[in-house]
Nanobody
Framework: VQLQASGGGLVQAGGSLRLSCASS????????MGWFRQAPGKEREFVAV????????YYADSVKGRFTISRDDAENTVYLQMKSLKPEDTAVYYC???????????????WGQGTQVTVSS
């Protein structure tokens, strides 16, 4: 199983980015997918998770109203649309798949490699 994240980059505060995560090796139809991030010197933290139906998603309080997670099961891809970015959103963003989740947590079975997001002030 491979999860390939992309879409990171450098953006000014207030800007937008869309991250993508494509899976190969297995389909994630029927399971949750999500995103985490890790800022320098900090622990990895939960960002968002989307239910297998794609109709229900949960977010960390720090990104609610600014980030939107979505999925395209036909493409085995999950997205993270990020708007109104802040310098504190700077981190390496990781996608993840499978596992268990709740309305403020997610414990995936699979991890992808990270993509760097840098927000300048």
């Amino acid at each position: 199983v491979q999860l390939q994240a992309s879409g990171g980059g450098l953006v000014q505060a207030g800007g937008s980015l869309r991250l993508s995560c494509a899976s190969s090796g297995r389909t994630f139809v029927g399971v949750a997918m999500g995103w985490f991030r890790q800022a320098p010197g900090k622990e990895r933290e939960f960002v968002a998770v989307i239910r297998w139906t794609g109709t229900i998603a949960y977010y960390a309080d720090s990104v609610k109203g600014r980030f939107t997670i979505s999925r395209d099961d036909a493409e085995n891809t999950v997205y993270l649309q990020m708007k109104s970015l802040k310098p504190e959103d700077t981190a390496v963003y990781y996608c993840a798949g499978g596992g268990a989740y709740g309305n403020s947590w997610y414990k995936p079975d699979y991890w992808g490699q990270g993509t760097q997001v840098t927000v300048s002030s």
